[in-house]
């Protein structure tokens, strides 16, 4: 421990950086503090992990703590309030499309190792959470359905075989727990009014014919039937992937009304006969409003679907993507000189939540359009705002998009649509192959381990623009996820009931602080002096703290 005297104080933190082989010990002072505090308690060191823009990923810090009276403005810090709780999570994963099977199903067997045991392996990212897609998608080698002809006998998963089915068994064997759900793009274009897969744009009617929701409906049930059987177990199946967007690929359209016919006379009932287990899952989109003509937005649409009698029954979730598809968004500069514009409509969780308490949300599809993006810190940044402002407000799961792509960011078929994934391997399956793991993956992976299924959300506030969330552990421990988006270093304390940890958090970084279990005298919250204005109270929903983007809650009522 290095101490340094300052008058007749003594001021002092330690911060150890852990690496591997080596230890380098950081020492620095606290900074003058209005505030009664006593010195470094070894009983209050903890760790912290961190990723950032300089290439430094997962390195563990040591952090000393304090005990503290009064928390002061003066100072910046993070409180953490783990006895608000609020949503209890599901857990992390992404999805196993055909593509990222097909890039997995052609590397070496040591690179697919490393890629299976970096997502689900108890050294990785542990991922509890897999989405599947029923039939192709735009992230498919094929277009494929399970049904080319409308006969009960046609059906039959072998198109799944190619890639999707061997990777799926080798990540059951590793995470035989992991939580699926699975979703449509598209049906069999005999069962869609426009007789095309594909959405083409928004004039032409994508829906599905109403004389084939039956045979639709069949065509679901049989699915889970088939995965079953394979020994897949299907949680949720989502009604349709972003049901309001006549993409130029594999789509369909739902308005409320249908969608509620659909689940309450069709789908639901015959689901529940066979599969009382699997529920099912709506919306599936953007949290914007509305994103193309004549479509709805996300809050319109759950508002008039569920004033429907019967689907509460059937339906236990909505689906959420991160996309910013508000026309705003879509014609602002940035994003349209390729910088993928970024969503903020984290309020429209809220309203959704108070009208429909007892729905889940989950975050079902993340990834960085426009392009490849190899070894580039903006996809992290992203995600970790992304992933902490959902956390805060109500959301239950996070699920990436695809687990593996090419150094193209496909494959794709039908149109071009390259993305960033957390991982990636060039020239697969060839001697220059070569395996890239993005700093996307090393957020997704500290996010996966410190949200697993069962952990609770806890209510924490800042007076620094931080993106910031807790969640508390099975073991009473509290994870702090602290984001600086800034090109500077801050400073803050972490502070949970009369502990005090001071953490510097490194520019464009994304950090996790454990913080110890505390006693009930601990955990008594110690006031805050002199509130600025700066510091406002928001709204609060069923005693959940809203927190948008920027804004600070104000905690005295």
């Known amino acids: 421990m290095a101490k340094r005297k300052l008058g007749s104080s003594i001021k002092l933190v330690v911060i150890a950086m852990l690496t591997v082989g080596a230890t380098n010990v950081i020492s620095s002072t606290w900074p003058a503090l209005a505030m009664s505090v006593s010195k470094a308690d070894p009983r209050y060191q903890t760790t912290m992990t961190t990723t950032n823009q300089a290439g430094q990923h997962d390195q563990r810090h040591l952090v000393m703590g304090k005990h503290i009276d009064h928390v002061s403005n003066s100072t910046g810090f993070v409180q953490v309030f783990p006895n608000r709780r609020r949503q209890t999570f599901t857990g992390v994963g992404g999805a196993l499309t055909d593509s990222a099977a097909s890039v997995i199903q052609k590397s070496r067997p040591q690179t697919r190792r490393q890629i299976l045991t970096a997502y689900f392996g108890a050294q990785g990212a542990r991922y509890t959470n897999l989405r599947l897609t029923i039939g192709s998608t735009d992230f498919s080698t094929f277009g494929y359905t399970y049904a080319k002809q409308a006969t009960p006998a046609t059906f039959s998963l072998k198109p799944d075989d190619v890639h999707v089915s061997p990777v799926l068994q080798q990540i059951l064997k590793q995470a035989p727990n992991v939580q699926i759900m699975a979703a449509p793009w598209a049906p069999p274009k005999w069962m869609k009014v426009s007789h095309r897969r594909d959405g083409q744009n928004f004039l032409v009617n994508n829906a599905l014919k109403r004389a084939a929701m039956s045979a639709y409906a069949d065509y679901l049930v049989k699915y889970v039937d088939a995965q079953q059987r394979r020994g897949v177990a299907i ?74 009698r019967g689907v509460h029954q059937y339906v236990d979730s909505v689906g959420v993507h991160w996309y910013a598809a508000s026309l705003n968004a ?119 381990r410190d949200v697993q299924p069962g952990t609770v959300s806890v209510a924490s506030t800042t007076n620094r623009q931080l993106d910031h969330t807790a969640i508390l552990q099975h073991d009473g421990s509290t994870r702090l996820l602290v984001e600086n988006r800034s090109s500077q270093v801050q400073t803050v304390q972490a502070v949970i009931g009369h502990r005090a940890y001071k953490v510097r958090l490194t520019p464009h970084s994304f950090n996790s602080l454990q913080l110890p279990k505390q006693t009930a005298k601990n955990l008594k919250t110690p006031p805050i002096t002199h509130t600025p204005t700066s510091l406002k109270r928001l709204s609060r929903f069923d005693n959940h703290w809203v927190t948008p983007i920027y804004r600070f809650l104000g905690l005295q009522d």
């Open 235 to 308: 949680k949720t199946l989502s009604l349709q992937n972003e049901l309001q967007a006549s993409s130029p690929w594999e789509a369909m359209t739902w308005t409320p009304d249908a969608a509620a016919t659909f689940i309450t006379h069709y789908l639901g009932p015959k689901l529940k006969a066979r599969h009382p287990q699997t529920k099912i899952m709506v919306w599936d989109y953007v949290k914007s409003d509305a994103t193309q003509p004549i479509m709805m937005g996300f809050n319109q649409w759950t508002q008039e679907f569920y004033a429907h």
């Open 330 to 448: 879509q014609m602002s500069l940035g994003n349209l000189s390729g910088q993928p514009a970024w969503d903020d409509n984290f309020n429209n969780l809220d309203l959704f939540h108070r009208q429909q308490p007892q729905q889940q949300i989950i975050a079902t599809e993340a990834a960085q359009e426009k392009g490849v993006w190899l070894n580039q810190w903006t996809p992290a940044a992203r995600y970790g705002y992304d992933i902490i402002n959902d956390f805060e407000h109500h959301v239950q799961g996070y699920l990436d998009w695809n687990l593996v792509l090419n150094g193209q960011g496909g494959p794709t078929h039908a149109a071009v649509n390259p993305c960033g994934a957390a991982i990636n391997v060039l020239h697969a399956g060839t001697p220059k192959e070569q395996l890239v793991i993005n700093p996307a993956y090393y957020v997704l992976k500290r996010v996966s």
